[in-house]
């Protein structure tokens, strides 16, 4: 027995939710493009847009055990809700959000319902059905969405009249930095809690969770209405710092990519969807002279590779090694 | 004779299509649970073959058929002893994303071998070209896919009820755990009913040519329509793999031609609203 | 004013053709210790199903003191005190022996929503969680991972989930199943060793256990209730026999 086991409850706990030095030295390397390759904010941008609505599926499918094929409609809905916000005449940003996180929040929370109520393939047929239909309605509806042009006359204001958006990137990628280390701080909260056991509970074992007198569909709603209240934030993220918003934001391309992403990294850690959105799209800026089928050739082996070699991803195979090594972590 | 009939038979030519590329995904899921999600590149790989043969060989369409039933047949078997059969008591995210990694591979490989571009095919002259009835044209190709569907439906169904691999394959899919208990070589079982399922998608894919196309994004588009079949009609019967082809191609092909502006909405609607209303399929287990 | 702790009448559920349960008739006196025993097959687990509601009763009905239950949801009758445990264990393996004794007691104090205060704030929590795994001996293991646990641990840990929960009535599906004869009467006298305000219904197929711990058995055939009596008229009675085909005294075999 290790010396963990001999501690009290109380210290093993917190001992568990404790920041690490990993954790810290993440986050420092986030502040890294800034300055050593100003050149990439722009991509850096992209990334911690993608790495939020990583961290947002995280939620419900690495911590909840909810598999998700359309969770861009809700990343959708929110940068349709920014732009059509700035659109028609109102480009504050940060109150951007908040509609964001409003329309996409609703949205979350009239399908948690249903959502709630399955399991296996039936929700994962929901699920892809959801985001279907919405891509298709967006589609049809192009005199609001501007169909396959995307929304024209997006203008982002300036972040309290002060941090102004322009083609370098400084003030995208702090505004996404810090809309992500900010959610970021909620989510790891969310996770320690009690709530964040529940959920952990109704991931292994959710038959369990009603003999021990837990309400899981209610659970369910709420971590489904969080997450997609943080995809919104992330797409309005996106229709703000490049002032485009087209149908791919919530089509079943971006759906299965954050998938991948996430799968990538490892589920469940709340680092991996971070990390693997890092990775992914890196590597597929590296490889954008590709033609997008060879891209998706690797991305198949890759994905066959992690499923059969590492199925809990990059994180989880770094523990794996650090146990090997006796590491701490 | 009203257009109705028109979109009826055209609805029903279609089903028919999808229940052939669909009915081997409901039986193999119903028995093993595993979630196969490159079935549709098997039926993508018949309507390659058919292609090549016929392009590239001269072959006449109908003696491709067999060729491309027989091709993602083997092709099946070989994925199968060779990966996917290490992941059957896997979850069912794992094995979604192992099956989407090869259908990533299967459309790549084939973007690579043949271009994106959709594929043309020559259909011999008597198969081209419309019966026109009581004011309706019948397109004698659909005509022709509607009569060779309903023949495999009658021999599946033939078989399924009948014969003692029908019987231990109703045994297996009902009840895994007791029918190897009572002896039945469930695995051999499987492996037998996969790689005839997925001819049977092979076969699919080279008879969808002619009505929908073929490219490489073939297996990903239709399996989306597959999996709505499959999960509507209920894991492991055919009886509700053909029910929900039926809705589902008929309500496709109406709503294409009387409301074309909600395109694609309305198969989603119906499928999700039958879903809710059974969880299990039309004709799933409980 | 009921002296039935809990009670199922006329109940009644088939699948099909199947008939698992067939005009049950079950009476739980307050604070008594009844065993049910029968046949593989004979509907024992899938009557505690039907009483904690993982099943619908196609006839009957449940009763929880004065309260009629048949309608309300699995998770509403824990609330109320009605819990059962799994034959095969049904825990969740990736979380500690701890975490998920914390997680039933703040299930049941109703705090398991609260998603902005984290863990280490609710220390009566965890101290209730910590004292139910130390009167099982399983504190020196809480720090585990549940799919680490020695099988016997893992059959302890859902009693301890259980006991979370802070239950009046308990219904145990063979609690002892699979663990080795030793342990199992470690088992049982930690069962013992409960609460007379609990009421206990425990399944179980070593007759030995049944004998010392139970006041009265049931016997259950093929969906019906064959017989009821104490041990000792139970073990002499002709009919049961019968069913038994003279396994009566030892471990029969399970499937």
């Keep these: 027995m290790t010396a963990a086991t001999v501690a009290g409850p109380h210290q093993y706990m917190a001992e568990q939710m404790r920041w690490r030095w990993s954790e810290i030295a993440f986050w420092l390397a986030t502040l890294l493009p800034f300055l050593v390759a100003p050149s990439y904010l722009v991509l850096a941008n992209q990334v911690a847009i993608t790495a939020l609505f990583a961290l947002s599926l995280d939620l419900i499918l690495g911590f909840s055990g909810i598999v998700s094929l359309g969770h861009a409609a809700y990343f959708g809905v929110g940068a349709y809700a920014a732009g059509l916000a700035s659109k028609w005449g109102w480009g504050e940003p940060l109150s951007g959000l908040l509609i964001a996180a409003l329309a996409a929040g609703l949205l979350g929370y009239v399908t948690s319902f249903v959502i709630a109520r399955f399991r296996h393939l039936a929700l994962i047929m929901i699920t892809l059905g959801l985001g279907l239909l919405l891509q298709e309605a967006a589609n049809s509806a192009s005199w609001l969405t501007g169909g396959f042009d995307g929304l024209q006359g997006i203008h982002t204001w300036s972040i309290f009249g002060e941090f102004h958006f322009d083609l370098y990137g400084y003030t995208a990628y702090g505004y996404s930095l810090s809309a992500l280390f900010l959610i970021f701080l909620i989510a790891r909260r969310l996770i320690y809690s009690p709530f964040g056991l529940a959920l952990r509970g109704i991931r292994e074992n959710g038959q369990r969770m009603p003999a021990i007198g837990a309400a899981t569909r209610e659970h369910i709603r709420t971590i489904y209405t969080i997450a997609a209240i943080i995809a919104g934030v992330a797409g309005a993220l996106l229709a703000e710092t490049t002032e485009t918003v087209s149908l791919e934001v919530l089509g079943f391309q971006r759906s299965a990519d954050v998938l991948v992403m996430l799968i990538l990294g490892g589920t469940g850690r709340l680092y991996g969807g971070l990390i693997g959105a890092a990775v992914y799209m890196v590597a597929r800026d590296q490889f954008s002279g590709l033609n997008p089928q060879y891209w998706y050739f690797w991305i198949g082996l890759l994905l066959i590779a992690v499923v059969m070699i590492l199925p809990n991803g990059i994180l989880g195979g770094l523990s794996l090694l650090a146990r090997r090594l006796k590491v701490p972590s | 004779m009203p257009p109705v009939f028109g979109v009826l038979f055209d609805g029903l030519a279609y089903g028919m299509l999808l229940f052939l590329l669909s009915v081997g995904l409901s039986v193999t899921l119903g028995m093993m649970n595993f979630v196969n999600l490159a079935h549709c590149s098997f039926a993508m790989l018949g309507g390659y073959v058919t292609v090549t043969l016929m392009n590239a060989y001269g072959w006449p369409f109908f003696a491709t058929l067999p060729v491309a039933f027989i091709a993602a047949s083997l092709a099946s078997v070989a994925l199968e002893r060779l990966i996917f059969r290490r992941f059957y008591n896997a979850g069912e995210l794992e094995q979604c994303l192992l099956t989407i990694g090869v259908v990533f591979v299967s459309i790549a490989a084939a973007a690579y071998v043949y271009g994106t571009a959709i594929q043309p095919v020559q259909l011999p002259d008597y198969m081209r070209g419309s019966i026109n009835y009581a004011g309706l044209n019948f397109a004698v190709y659909r005509i022709f896919l509607i009569g060779i569907s309903l023949v495999i439906t009658i021999a599946l169904v033939f078989t399924i009820e009948t014969t003692r691999f029908g019987a231990q394959v109703r045994a297996a899919v009902n009840n895994q755990r007791m029918a190897r208990g009572l002896g039945i070589n469930v695995d051999g079982l499987f492996a037998l009913t996969f790689a005839l399922g997925s001819g049977l998608a092979g076969l699919g894919g080279a008879l969808a040519i002619e009505i929908v196309g073929l490219d490489p994004s073939f297996a990903l588009t239709y399996l989306i329509y597959v999996l709505i079949v499959v999960s509507v009609g209920g894991l492991g019967s055919i009886a509700g793999s053909f029910a929900a082809a039926m809705v589902l191609g008929i309500s496709d092909m109406a709503g294409k031609y009387y409301v074309p502006a909600l395109g694609s909405i309305l198969i989603y609607l119906v499928m999700m609203v039958l879903l809710m209303w059974r969880p299990s399929g039309l004709f799933g287990r409980r | ?255």
Aim: with cysteine.
């Design chain 3, 1 to 255: 004013m009921s002296e039935n702790a809990l009670a199922a009448r006329g109940v009644n559920k088939s699948f099909g053709s199947l008939v698992v349960a067939a005009d049950v008739e079950i009476n739980l006196p307050q604070g008594v210790r009844y065993a049910l025993i029968g046949p593989n097959g004979a509907g024992k687990t899938t009557l505690i199903n039907l009483m904690t509601g993982m099943l619908r009763p196609d006839a009957g009905h449940i009763f929880l003191g004065d309260e009629d239950i048949t309608a309300l949801p699995p998770e509403q009758r824990v609330w109320r005190g009605l819990v059962r445990t799994f034959q095969i264990n049904s825990l969740f393996p990736h979380l500690t022996a701890l975490e998920s004794v914390t997680l039933a007691v703040c299930e049941r104090r109703r705090v398991a929503r609260t998603w902005w205060r984290p863990l280490t704030a609710y220390r009566s929590e965890v101290d209730e969680a910590y004292e139910i795994l130390s009167s099982l001996m399983l504190a020196p293991v809480s720090h585990r991972l549940t799919r680490e646990l020695a099988y016997g641990q893992q059959r302890l840990l859902e009693i301890a989930l259980a006991l979370a929960t802070r239950p009046k009535v308990l219904l145990l599906d063979e609690p002892a199943a699979g663990v080795p004869r030793e342990e199992s009467q470690e088992l049982f006298t930690a069962i013992a060793g409960l609460s007379r305000d609990i009421t206990v219904l425990f399944i179980e197929h070593d007759m030995e256990l049944v004998f010392r711990f139970a006041s009265r058995v049931i016997v259950m055939v093929g969906g019906r209730v064959l017989v009821e009596g104490t041990p000792q008229e139970i073990a002499s009675d002709p009919q049961v026999r019968a069913v038994y085909l003279g396994k009566a005294t030892g471990k029969a075999d399970h499937g």
